[in-house]
């Protein structure tokens, strides 16, 4: 086939491709079809993302659909001092953190309590006794043991919390803690069960889309009303059709112009454009199996009905949208954040490298 590009629509479209694979692999393929007359828009990492502008979609076969990026190990975590302190200390700032929670989940509490009979200030320095002996002389507390067991409670929560807060300060517990929360290798397990799970319905959809001609459909997210033509592409596309690979990919976007964003009157001037350019190159073969003295507008007409019956047997589902199942591929929430700090990134190196070993998918540039 030659590799020159097939004749082009004069509209210039929006085209978004998700090839699934790395960035530098996508910028490659996409710098391979610079020479069709669209525009092609930048999909993030590899997920459907896709650009509100984009008319129509490219979509792969394959690719590493929803794959995190490779975390390429830095100097500047220093994994090893830190995975030695997790060893030694982990269990100590865990308990440290989880004291910290408690006391000051119970301090509001007491502080609400005491305030029936102290100032703030009082509170704050903790200098009850005296204030404590009057109101009990008053009669102002009806139950001197229940406010001397708060106040006792106060102050020895008080107290651990001065404690604790330094050595929390010093070593980082909670800093610590919350990456070994959000990113350690249980956590970082389920995420990876999660995104395979959104890969097999992605897979499943893909399939569905496969049944329609030539791999393209409308297809419109759930909570947004409207379709846009998805075409499927090959996993390998320059593997597949070689210097062609600009040439399919023309036709294919020409084919779904004209089957899902062209009115009816652009789609007659197609029809009639095609049906001419058939009797130019079968005039001979027309002539010698026609037997009824038909003008050259009859004949173009008899051509154009059957390319019309051709095309809605064809194309017999096109009317038909689909909806991508409501939550693939999408990520979203506190289990999902990106890192943050050092320790996150530490441990995220180091979990990463590990959910590879064990067959993980991960994009690489």
Same mark, same amino acid.
């Given at each position: 086939?030659?590799?020159?590009?097939?004749?082009? !629509?004069?509209?210039?479209?929006?085209?978004?491709?998700?090839?699934?694979?790395?960035?530098?692999?996508?910028?490659?393929?996409?710098?391979?079809?610079?020479?069709?007359?669209?525009?092609?828009?930048?999909?993030?990492?590899?997920?459907?993302?896709?650009?509100?502008?984009?008319?129509?979609?490219?979509?792969?076969?394959?690719?590493?659909?929803?794959?995190?990026?490779?975390?390429?190990? !830095?100097? !500047?975590?220093?994994?090893?001092?830190?995975?030695?302190?997790?060893?030694?200390?982990?269990?100590?700032?865990?308990?440290?953190?989880?004291?910290?929670?408690?006391?000051?989940?119970?301090?509001?509490?007491?502080?609400?309590?005491?305030?029936?009979?102290?100032?703030?200030?009082?509170?704050?320095?903790?200098?009850?006794?005296?204030?404590?002996?009057?109101?009990?002389?008053?009669?102002?507390?009806?139950?001197?043991?229940?406010?001397?067991?708060?106040?006792?409670?106060?102050?020895?929560?008080?107290?651990?919390?001065?404690?604790?807060?330094?050595?929390?300060?010093? !070593?980082?517990?909670?800093?610590?803690?919350?990456?070994?929360?959000?990113?350690?290798?249980?956590?970082?397990?389920?995420?990876?069960?999660?995104?395979?799970?959104?890969?097999?319905?992605?897979?499943?959809?893909?399939?569905?889309?496969?049944?329609?001609?030539?791999?393209?459909?409308?297809?419109?997210?759930?909570?947004?009303?409207?379709?846009?033509?998805?075409?499927?592409?090959?996993?390998?596309?320059?593997?597949?059709?070689?210097?062609?690979?600009?040439?399919?990919?023309?036709?294919?976007?020409?084919?779904?112009?004209?089957?899902?964003?062209?009115?009816?009157?652009?789609?007659?001037?197609?029809?009639?454009?095609?049906?001419?350019?058939?009797?130019?190159?079968?005039?001979?073969?027309?002539?010698?199996?026609?037997?009824?003295?038909?003008?050259?507008?009859?004949?173009?007409?008899?051509?154009?009905?059957?390319?019309?019956?051709?095309?809605?047997?064809?194309?017999?589902?096109?009317?038909?949208?689909?909806?991508?199942?409501?939550?693939?591929?999408?990520?979203?929430?506190?289990?999902?954040?990106?890192?943050?700090?050092?320790?996150?990134?530490?441990?995220?190196?180091?979990?990463?490298?590990?959910?590879?070993?064990?067959?993980?998918?991960?994009?690489?540039?």
């Amino acid at each position: 086939m030659s590799t020159q590009l097939a004749s082009q !629509t004069t509209q210039s479209l929006r085209i978004a491709y998700q090839p699934f694979l790395s960035t530098s692999r996508a910028q490659h393929l996409l710098s391979r079809l610079s020479s069709l007359p669209h525009t092609f828009l930048p999909v993030p990492n590899t997920s459907l993302q896709f650009p509100p502008s984009a008319q129509i979609i490219l979509l792969s076969r394959g690719g590493r659909p929803f794959a995190p990026v490779h975390q390429q190990i !830095t100097r !500047t975590t220093f994994i090893s001092a830190r995975a030695r302190d997790w060893s030694a200390s982990g269990a100590k700032y865990y308990k440290l953190l989880e004291r910290w929670d408690i006391i000051n989940a119970r301090l509001p509490i007491l502080i609400t309590k005491l305030r029936n009979h102290f100032s703030d200030q009082i509170i704050q320095k903790q200098e009850f006794d005296k204030i404590f002996r009057v109101l009990v002389y008053s009669g102002d507390i009806q139950d001197p043991s229940a406010v001397r067991a708060v106040i006792n409670e106060y102050n020895s929560l008080r107290k651990e919390q001065l404690r604790i807060h330094p050595l929390l300060a010093k !070593t980082h517990a909670a800093m610590k803690v919350n990456a070994h929360r959000s990113f350690g290798f249980e956590r970082q397990r389920l995420k990876e069960y999660m995104m395979e799970d959104h890969r097999d319905m992605l897979d499943l959809f893909r399939l569905q889309l496969e049944k329609r001609f030539k791999g393209m459909g409308l297809v419109r997210f759930p909570d947004i009303a409207e379709p846009k033509p998805w075409i499927l592409l090959p996993e390998d596309p320059e593997g597949a059709w070689g210097d062609d690979f600009p040439y399919h990919v023309s036709n294919l976007i020409d084919l779904a112009n004209e089957r899902f964003l062209m009115s009816p009157e652009e789609q007659e001037e197609v029809l009639e454009r095609e049906a001419q350019e058939y009797i130019h190159e079968n005039i001979h073969q027309l002539l010698r199996v026609t037997t009824e003295g038909l003008t050259r507008e009859e004949l173009l007409e008899c051509v154009k009905n059957k390319l019309r019956e051709d095309k809605k047997q064809l194309w017999m589902e096109d009317s038909r949208q689909m909806t991508l199942p409501g939550l693939v591929g999408r990520f979203e929430g506190e289990m999902w954040r990106e890192p943050k700090t050092t320790e996150d990134q530490a441990l995220l190196e180091v979990v990463d490298r590990k959910l590879v070993k064990r067959g993980a998918w991960r994009v690489a540039d």
